[in-house]
Nanobody, 116 residues
Framework: QVQLVESGGGLVQPGGSLKLSCVASVDSSSIAAMGWYRQAPGKQRELVARIFSGGTTNYAASVKGRFTISRDNAKNTVYLQMNSLKPEDTAIYYC??????????WGQGTQVTVSS
């Protein structure tokens, strides 16, 4: 069973920063893409950022220029550095991976709250 363990969420003031981490229980060589999604209350889950095995990245328009996704293949870990946080970034953030087999997996989610 594949496990994704997220960490790094919390409460931060507007303009602040947080860094999320997600460790996968499988070797990164088997992972085609790693990403972060978020879901705010009453809204659908949406893609925040994604990084492919070759290093290509995708970002939601709302976070481009503020968030940076990266991965450490040696640690089977994906990171999301979030800067200049806004109240509208408040959501549960979920780690997601797609293996080369096509199978996909979700983390349990970590709460990010941006409030003064």
């Amino acid at each position: 069973q594949v496990q994704l363990v997220e960490s790094g969420g919390g409460l931060v003031q507007p303009g602040g920063s947080l860094k999320l981490s997600c460790v996968a229980s499988v070797d990164s060589s088997s992972i085609a893409a790693m990403g972060w999604y978020r879901q705010a209350p009453g809204k659908q889950r949406e893609l925040v950022a994604r990084i492919f095995s070759g290093g290509t990245t995708n970002y939601a328009a709302s976070v481009k220029g503020r968030f940076t996704i990266s991965r450490d293949n040696a640690k089977n870990t994906v990171y999301l550095q979030m800067n200049s946080l806004k109240p509208e970034d408040t959501a549960i953030y979920y780690c997601h991976i797609r293996r080369r087999s096509g199978d996909t997996y979700w983390g349990q989610g970590t709460q990010v709250t941006v409030s003064s």
